[in-house]
């Protein structure tokens, strides 16, 4: 299976942010290029989703749901903005 | 008009009864749920279903939603995947009155608000490529319950005239005012103008709104078919910024 | 679990005593794709061991083969819950590659094409415990499945027999890789149920 879209992990990033993030713009750190986080491309590994950059592929965030916990890497994104 | 409250406040699992089920195709069933907390759901947004057996086993997926605005009504349409495990599930086991869990409104990124809320008249072209409908279901009913002026146009391809979705509640929408445009892949409907055939990018060019319009795209399909379809309308001149996709995977 | 959903089972989950805890048999391999897969031209692949000074030795792909290929039966298991049976693979021991490299070090990160990491404790990489491996179930990887070669580590959980490997890094501290950053075990026992921190 390969990826979906950005805005396929709100449901899970809703656990965990205030706001919608699928809706956030977000900066690669990778390549530098900016978009919406629902523009960005997930794939569901069944370990984790993985979200990956729609310009250079590289890893912009990862989410794992353990039984006990959520662990979220945003290690690949440079900032992120959204509307008030 | 107050605020929506932010996203966390309305998100979350809920429980919902099953009060309609009814087939809509020969792989597909009409469900709908009353989940007396629903706090309303944006055109376009999903929620995900989480199923849990006796044993703790639980399986989850997310499905779009072909209501939109209040209430305490929230309707699915769900196409059984051959090798699914929750879709079989859905589709063939579910029963009237059982009780189902779900998770949202989700999404703020794949919906469509109202001109009196964006401001914004540009016309918007709906692209559909089979159970891919079912979001725009959503935009379609929204748009014209409240008669918002924007111009609306939906194109559906679709393997063959069975496989449509909701058929005569667009037929109905064509005839106030939805432009409405079919594509059959496999077998065409009789006197039908066009032989079928997988959509093309000229095909495209004719039946959806033009590049000078400037209009926004939704595009709702299959992971092939949203970057066929994307990609052409990009060629074509659309601005990819104005363009908001939905791939749905495999099972 | 306060919710159960009538009328839901899932999916069959028979069970055999060559299942660990919390397994269920599959017939079919199902792919965990966690970015695009990588296609690898066994023309230019190569495998690399840097040990923790910093040597670096080189294989081609037929260097590398050279070295000796076994047949091996052995089941596999991914955190996932889901095991496969009795599967038949093809590959190079570690102990052959890693033969003749001096080291000191204590544990091993593998590397991918496209970037992924696991890592691994040294000791359990030998002895017979894991290969480079190029062939399943009597066919060649395929590259969904971590071809044209992959580490196999069957006795740990599946996500350390790292896809598409090109190489270890020996080292004297026990770093975490990719998944190992999101919250899963550094060890992965599947006897053991270690699939979290």
């Known amino acids: ?84 | ?251 | 679990m306060s919710f159960i959903t009538r009328g839901f089972s899932g999916r069959s989950r028979e069970r055999d005593p060559r299942l660990p805890p919390g397994q269920t048999k599959v017939d079919d391999w199902p792919v965990l794709s966690a970015g695009p897969t990588p296609k690898v031209d066994p023309e230019v692949w190569s495998f690399t061991v840097t040990t923790e000074t910093g040597a670096q030795t080189h294989w081609s792909w037929d260097e590398l083969r050279a070295l000796g290929l076994e047949d091996i039966e052995t089941d596999i298991h991914c955190v996932t819950h889901w095991s496969k049976l009795a599967m038949t693979w093809r590959g190079v021991p570690l102990d052959k590659i890693l033969a003749g490299i001096p080291t000191h070090a204590g544990y091993a990160m593998a590397h991918s094409y496209g970037g992924y990491t696991t890592n691994v404790p040294l000791p359990e990489l030998l002895n017979g415990q894991s290969w480079v491996a190029f062939e399943a179930d009597g066919t060649p990887l395929e590259p969904e499945h971590g071809g044209p070669a992959r580490l196999l580590v069957p006795h740990l959980y599946f996500w350390k027999s790292a896809k598409w490997v090109n190489g270890l890094t020996l080292m004297d501290s026990n770093d975490p890789g990719f998944w190992e950053q999101s919250g899963y075990s550094l060890h992965g026992d599947p006897w053991k149920e270690e699939r979290y921190w």
């Not at chain 1, 809706?23 to 984790?48: K, L, N, Q």
């Not at chain 1, 990862?62 to 945003?74: A, D, K, M, N, Y």
């Not at chain 2, 995947?81 to 409104?105: K, N």
């Not at chain 2, 106030?176 to 409907?189: E, N, W």
């Open chain 2, 1 to 251: 008009m107050s605020d929506p409250p932010p996203a966390a406040a309305r998100t979350a699992w809920r429980v919902g009864t099953v009060i309609e089920a009814r087939p809509e195709t020969s792989s597909a069933r009409r469900i709908v749920l009353d989940i007396p907390d629903w706090p309303g759901n944006d055109a376009g947004q999903h929620l995900d279903v989480r199923l849990t057996a006796p044993d703790g086993y639980q399986a989850q997926r997310s499905y779009s939603i072909a209501s939109a605005g209040l209430g305490s009504r929230v309707e699915l349409a769900v196409d059984e995947l051959p090798e699914g495990e929750v879709s079989p599930f859905l589709v063939e086991d579910l029963q009237l009155g059982d009780r189902l869990e779900v998770h949202g409104p989700l999404g703020g990124y794949f919906i469509w608000m109202p001109q009196s809320v964006t401001h914004d008249a540009r016309p918007v072209q709906l692209i559909a490529g089979g159970s891919g409908i079912v979001p725009f279901l959503a935009m379609v009913r929204a748009h014209a319950a409240i008669a918002d002026p924007t111009p609306f146009r939906l194109l559906y391809a679709v393997r063959e005239q069975s496989d449509v979705f909701y058929l005569q509640e667009l037929l109905q929408l064509a005839l106030s005012g939805l432009k409405l445009d079919f594509v059959y892949s496999g077998t065409a409907p009789r006197d039908w103008p066009v032989p079928a055939g997988r959509i093309t990018k000229e095909a495209l060019a004719g039946l959806a709104i033009p590049a000078s319009e400037k209009p926004r795209v939704f595009i709702c399909g299959s992971t092939g078919f949203v970057e066929l379809v994307a990609g052409w309308l990009i060629e074509l001149g659309h601005a990819a910024a104005d363009i908001r996709t939905e791939r749905f995977g495999g099972t």
């Open chain 1, 1 to 84: 299976m390969g990826h979906v879209d950005g805005n396929a992990i709100a449901g899970s990033l809703a656990e965990i942010f205030p706001f919608d993030v699928t809706a956030a713009v977000g900066r690669c750190a990778h390549c530098g290029s900016t978009g919406m986080i629902g523009d960005a491309m997930v794939y569901f590994a069944a370990t984790g989703t993985i979200v990956r950059c729609a310009n250079c592929d590289e890893v912009l965030a990862v989410l794992v749901e353990t039984p006990s916990r959520i662990w979220l890497s945003l290690s690949g994104v440079r900032g992120l903005t959204l509307p008030t």
